[in-house]
Structure formats: structure tokens, C-alpha cells
T-cell receptor, first 113, second 115 residues
């Protein structure tokens, strides 16, 4: 099976950098994805790591280390609008190439002025 | 270019009733997945439809069923509603591709409340 652990809450100030960690136990997966969800809204895709290393997309970067069963999302130059829930997610190998996602429990990020 | 659209946005039902939720995928997408998200929790995979057939299923009882139409739109049906079925139901669509884990594009969801 798969389980992904994230901190439940993170607080940071506007303009700062914040890192949201995701540790996992899984029998195998295609890659690690990150999604952002504002209150009551749709989850929005942020980043995907198929291989170990760093992926950068604007202010957001994501990292994966399969040997350490660990990944993180890095948000730079924080803005108030970044206040949201952030979920890591994996596509398990035993689901085949279907895009099925298993989500972590989510991290609520609060950005303060 | 419309994204994933879901209807209705909100719905109130009572225990024992049946409900049908609808989803139109993003233009060009042929795969539709349904997720249940309880308040304060992560989305949980219900099932996925591709080529009008259920391709994958999560740990949900048979009360949850679905359908995909030739135009790729999809319905989620839930029978014999329980209080615990109260949740945000999310539909996600993705591109036809051999690459695993194409980004899932989510709709805004249907908020289902069971009284």
C-alpha cells in the first residue's frame, strides 16, 4: 500500500521561503506530484517529479529522493495568495498507467503579512 | 477553452436517497476520475473511467457507481446515502497519453450534504 505524511500546518511571512515535506511508504510509484487547493476550490497541479532531483517552475520547486523516501515543495517569495492547502500525491505502480492518485493528508500553509 | 465542469455545485439529500453528480472533462481529455474529499481531509480515489468503462476502483462500496458517455462526460451515482457520504466530490480529467501520471485537472466539485 501507500501512505504519505506531511506536516498538518505551516506558517510563514510574506516574502519568505517555506518548505513543505512529504515522506512516504509505498510499494512503488511513478512519480511524486504536488497540488494546491484553496478553501472550497479545485486542487490545482503544481509540480511533478518522475526522477530524483529538483524541478523548478517559477516560484515553486519540488524535490524527490527515492532512496530517502522523501520529497518536498519549496515556495519562494511567498505571497498572501499562497495561503492554501498543499497535497503531495503519488501514482501507484499497481494501478498501471491510469493516473490514479493517492494523496497525503495535506499541509495548510498560512502566509502572514 | 472550458476546464472541468461539474454540476450541481451544491446538493442536499437525506439518508437513504440516491444522487447523481455530473462531470464534463476538459476539452481534449478522455479519462475521468472521481474523488471524495471529506471536510479537512485529502481527496480519496473512488474510480476512473476510460473508453466508457471503469478502469480502476478505490476502496468504495458498490453503492458508488458511475458511467462515462461517448462524449467523455461522466456521472457518479451514489445509492442509499449515508451521513458519512457528506463530502466534496471532485472530478478530474487528464490527457490521453502513454506517460504515467499526466497532471490531473480538477473541477470545483459538488458539495453534497446528507441530512
Amino acid at each position: 500500500g501507500q501512505s504519505l505524511e506531511q506536516p498538518s500546518e505551516v506558517t510563514a511571512v510574506e516574502g519568505a521561503i517555506v518548505q513543505i515535506n512529504c515522506t512516504y511508504q509505498t510499494s512503488g510509484f511513478y512519480g511524486l506530484s504536488w497540488y494546491q487547493q484553496h478553501d472550497g476550490g479545485a486542487p490545482t497541479f503544481l509540480s511533478y517529479n518522475a526522477l530524483d532531483g529538483l524541478e523548478e517552475t517559477g516560484r515553486f520547486s519540488s524535490f524527490l529522493s527515492r532512496s530517502d523516501s522523501y520529497g518536498y515543495l519549496l515556495l519562494q517569495e511567498l505571497q498572501m495568495k499562497d495561503s492554501a492547502s498543499y497535497f503531495c500525491a503519488v501514482g501507484p505502480l499497481d494501478s498501471g498507467n491510469t493516473g490514479k492518485l493517492i494523496f497525503g493528508q495535506g499541509t495548510t500553509l498560512q502566509v502572514k503579512p | 477553452d472550458a476546464g472541468v465542469t461539474q454540476s450541481p455545485t451544491h446538493l442536499i439529500k437525506t439518508r437513504g436517497q440516491q444522487v447523481t453528480l455530473r462531470c464534463s472533462p476538459k476539452s481534449g481529455h478522455d479519462t475521468v476520475s472521481w474523488y471524495q474529499q471529506a471536510l479537512g481531509q485529502e481527496p480519496q480515489f473512488i474510480f476512473q473511467y476510460y473508453e466508457e468503462e471503469e478502469r480502476q476502483r478505490g476502496n468504495f462500496p458498490d453503492r458508488f457507481s458511475g458511467h462515462q458517455f461517448p462524449n467523455y462526460s461522466s456521472e457518479l451515482n451514489v445509492n442509499a446515502l449515508l451521513l458519512g457520504d457528506s463530502a466534496l466530490y471532485l472530478c478530474a480529467s487528464s490527457l490521453p497519453s502513454e506517460s504515467p501520471n499526466q497532471p490531473q485537472h480538477f473541477g470545483d466539485g459538488t458539495r453534497l450534504s446528507i441530512l
